[in-house]
């Protein structure tokens, strides 16, 4: 009997070990003990997590709570409750001011996918200076806003070169003082604006034309489909990631425009060009009312969370639709 069982043991054991060395094939040793720390665990990204809360959400609160009283900046304050917001909306020059944001942020939008597009789409040929091109329409992108805007008015200027190029073809009539008027100053703020981004919006609709099937668009053709045609029905549905990321970085932007038009016209003619940015910064550091600054910047903040959420939900794809 104990022969029987010795021979059993030996031949399990056998048994168990040959299994293991055909099984993984990995040689068999002390098991390593669970780390204390694993990657992914969402506790690495709590420093970040409080620092994005301190710094943005916090200032944001504490900003909010500000824009309903008359602080100064310095000393004691009073809760004057919505008296600072009836104030914006019924003096004409802070009135104007918003309407004047809109108008830039409208067009600008407009401009810039427009023809960011069209540069996108010529550029996206197999043309051999393609690369070139697109450096060059890039390049206004990386340069400083106050530069750019110090340059053009220059070229803004009665004596600069614009009115000199105009009478050298013979259209002396057309010569102006364009930053003086009110009119031409609104369009000359937007004229730069949409200069210095027309590349960023032309690269990002680029990487969008990367990803279209070019199998596609020749189906396309064969049935007989045009040029606009294919790209109303291929090109257009496949960009439509690229075209909301677009008009979202341009929305905000052109809403909170600040640097170009405090370099070219400080908020003139006669506040033509004034916007709630520059009468934020005015308000608050030149006139040292930072309750009411406080209460322009919340109008801003919400204008800007109100138009990026419509133009996300108009520029979703259809397979958000039809969840």
Known sequence: MVTVVTETSVNKATSSSRRAAAGSGRASGPRRAVPLIKYGYWWWALPAILLVLAMVYVTTASGAFFAFTNWTGIGSFDITGIANFQRIFTTPALSGALWHTLVIAAAFVILTNLFGLLFALALNRTLKSRYVLRVLLFMPVVLSPIAVSYIWKFVFAYNGPLNAILGAVGLGSWQ????????????????????????????????????VPQELEEAAALDGAGLWGRFRSVTLPMIRPSLAIATTLMLVQGLRIFDQIMALTNGGPFGATETLATQIYKQTFTYGQFGFGAALALVLTVIILV?????????????????
């Open 176 to 211: 102006h003082t364009w930053l003086a008027d009110p009119v031409s100053a609104l369009v000359s703020v937007i004229v730069v604006m949409v200069w210095q981004n027309i590349g960023l919006v032309a690269v990002i609709y680029l990487a969008g034309l990367a990803t």
């Open 307 to 323: 138009f990026a959420i419509a133009q996300q939900y108009a520029t979703r794809s259809r397979d958000d639709v039809s969840r």
